[in-house]
């Protein structure tokens, strides 16, 4: 049982956009940045947004991120069949004094 | 741009000891910005923090693994090192380790992974 909470999967058509959810509680999400990564079928986990809504050096602006109190959410514009993948959002834990993930959630692309 | 690899055994026996190391490259592990970490996960499941570590050799660890992980770093070598102790099947997992930045509280590279089965 993960400690941050997303659904297990998502889907759109190309082009369309895709939100995927993530929700946390005071001690992770409600207090800290959230993260989200990105992992391609038997790859490493590649980070995609952090402090909420920065995007890295060479990730689409096709990916965005928000945050709203305790909960938060991954947004992809105009899907494409590379987005095709396993997201999971992460956040810093006060409680756990350590990093959290959320369970995952697989995107597929119709 | 920082490059991490694992190295270690991909079999280990049920109540045994699975130990990783983790070289870092393009960068020292001596560096203030970090701390370095390990992460697992287990076939078809999601991600767990599993530790991490400061190159001054302070520690950091998930409370429900806490009793069976050592984590260290060797600032000589430029890699860190986990220990897991008293295995089950339940370790089964690919093991990644990965650098994780102070500032921006991300896990910014990571290692490729390496498979880790435990089986009796």
């Known amino acids: 049982q993960s400690v941050l909470t997303q659904p297990p999967s998502a889907s759109g058509t190309p082009g369309q956009r895709v939100s995927i959810s993530c929700s946390g509680s005071s001690s992770n999400i409600g207090t800290n940045t959230v993260n989200w990564y990105q992992q391609l079928p038997g790859t490493a986990p590649k980070l995609l947004i952090y402090?909420?809504?920065q995007r890295p050096s060479g990730v689409p602006d096709r990916f965005s991120g928000s945050k709203s109190g305790t909960s938060a959410s991954l947004a992809i514009s105009g899907l494409q069949s590379e987005d095709e993948a396993d997201y999971y959002c992460?956040?810093?834990?006060?409680?756990?004094?350590?990093?959290?993930f959320g369970g995952g959630t697989k995107v597929t692309v119709l | 741009q920082l490059q991490l690899q694992e190295s270690g055994p991909g079999l280990v026996k049920t109540s045994e000891t699975l130990s990783l190391t983790c070289t870092v490259s393009g960068g020292s592990i001596s560096s203030s910005s970090y701390y370095w970490g390990w992460i697992r996960q287990p076939p078809g499941k999601g991600l767990e923090w599993i530790a991490n570590t400061y190159y001054s050799g302070s520690t950091y660890y998930n409370p429900s693994l806490k009793s069976r992980v050592t984590i260290s770093a060797d600032t000589l070598k430029d890699h860190f090192s986990l220990n897991l102790s008293s295995v089950t099947a339940a370790d089964t997992a690919v093991y990644y380790c990965?650098?994780?930045?102070?500032?921006?509280?991300?896990?910014?590279?990571w290692g490729q992974g390496t498979l880790v089965t435990v089986s009796s």
């Open positions: 992460a956040a810093w834990d006060d409680s756990l004094h350590g990093p959290v």
């Open positions: 990965a650098n994780y930045d102070r500032q921006r509280l991300v896990f910014d590279s």
């Open positions: 402090s909420n809504n």
